[in-house]
């Protein structure tokens, strides 16, 4: 059975992580404002609220260090990340 078509890659604006990260961490700071200047939810509330953007920042450090490791041509870089 050799009919199997080609899978077709997807384009680059549909793979890169940048738009997700900045969305994602738009939306935690908004979250964290709405919450502190309401005051929903108390400490708890807030609390998360705050690993929520330190998720985002741990992301983009990430994605940032990838990216120099493929562009230094690092052998244990993530493909598919230039």
Not at 40 to 66: E, N
């Amino acid at each position: 059975m050799s009919d199997e078509t080609p899978i077709p890659e997807l384009p680059a604006r549909l793979r890169a992580p940048e738009p997700v990260i900045v969305v994602g961490m738009l939306a935690w700071l908004v979250a964290t404002i709405v919450v502190w200047a309401a005051d929903l939810g108390g400490d708890r509330a807030l609390t998360v609220c705050w690993v929520g953007l330190a998720v985002g920042v741990a992301g983009t450090i990430l994605v940032t260090v990838q990216r120099a490791a493929v562009r230094r041509g690092s052998r244990g870089a993530q493909d598919g990340l230039d």
